[in-house]
C-alpha cells in the first residue's frame, strides 16, 4: 500500500511540475509579446509616415494622366535630382541622415513610377484617348508634391528616432498594407517602403 501511495505522490509531483513549466512558458510569451509592442507614440511616428508615403503615392495616377495627354516622359532625372537636393540639405539642417533621406525619396520616385508605367502600359493596349481636363502637371500636381516633402521629411526625422525601438519591424510589416494602398500586387507598397525596412533590420540609421 506504501508503494502504491509513494507511486502516486511521485506521478502527481510530475503533473504539478509539468503544470508549473507550462504556466511559466505560456506567461513568458505573453511577456515577451508585450515588450515586443511599441509605444503609442512610436506606433503614431510609424503611422504617420506610411500616411504621407500612400499619400503621395496616390498622386502617381494624377501625374501619368498629364504624362500621358502631354506625352511626357515617365522618367524626370532633372527634377528628381533637384529633390534630392533640396532632401540632402533639409537632412542636414534637421538632423536626418543624409543617406538615409536620400535613398527614401529615390525609393519614393521609384515607387511612384511603378504606378506610371503600368496605367500607360494599360493605357496603350486598350487605346485610351486623350484625357478630358486632367489635373495640370507643373500647376497642380507639382505643387502637391512639394507641399509632400517637407511633410515627409519631418515625419522621417521622428521615424529615424525610433527605428530601432523593439517591435518597430513587425509592426511596420503588421500595419503596412493596411496604411498604404497598392494595386500592383504588393510591388508598389514594397519598393516605397524598402529604406524603412532596411532601417529596421540593420538598426544603421543615425542622428548627426
Not at 38 to 54: E, I, M, W
Amino acid at each position: 500500500m506504501m508503494v502504491t501511495l509513494r507511486t502516486i505522490s511521485l506521478a502527481s509531483l510530475r503533473v504539478m511540475l509539468c503544470a508549473i513549466l507550462l504556466v511559466a512558458l505560456v506567461l513568458g510569451v505573453g511577456y515577451q509579446a508585450r515588450a515586443a509592442e511599441p509605444s503609442n507614440d512610436v506606433r503614431q511616428t510609424v503611422d504617420q509616415l506610411l500616411r504621407l508615403v500612400d499619400e503621395r503615392l496616390a498622386i502617381a495616377p494624377d501625374v501619368a494622366k498629364a504624362k500621358w495627354n502631354s506625352g511626357d516622359p515617365i522618367d524626370a532625372p532633372a527634377r528628381e535630382a533637384q529633390i534630392l537636393e533640396r532632401v540632402v540639405a533639409e537632412a542636414s539642417r534637421a538632423g536626418i541622415n543624409e543617406a538615409f533621406a536620400q535613398t527614401f525619396f529615390k525609393h519614393q520616385f521609384e515607387a511612384s513610377k511603378v504606378i506610371q508605367h503600368r496605367l500607360h502600359e494599360q493605357w496603350r493596349q486598350t487605346e485610351q484617348p486623350p484625357f478630358a481636363s486632367p489635373p495640370d502637371l507643373a500647376e497642380d500636381i507639382r505643387p502637391q508634391l512639394d507641399q509632400l516633402t517637407p511633410q515627409l521629411m519631418a515625419s522621417l526625422r521622428d521615424f529615424q528616432v525610433v527605428a530601432e525601438s523593439e517591435g518597430v519591424r513587425q509592426y511596420l510589416e503588421n500595419n503596412a498594407e493596411a496604411l498604404v494602398n497598392d494595386g500592383v500586387g504588393g510591388a508598389v507598397r514594397q519598393e516605397a517602403l524598402r529604406p524603412l525596412y532596411e532601417a529596421t533590420d540593420t538598426a544603421n540609421v543615425e542622428v548627426q
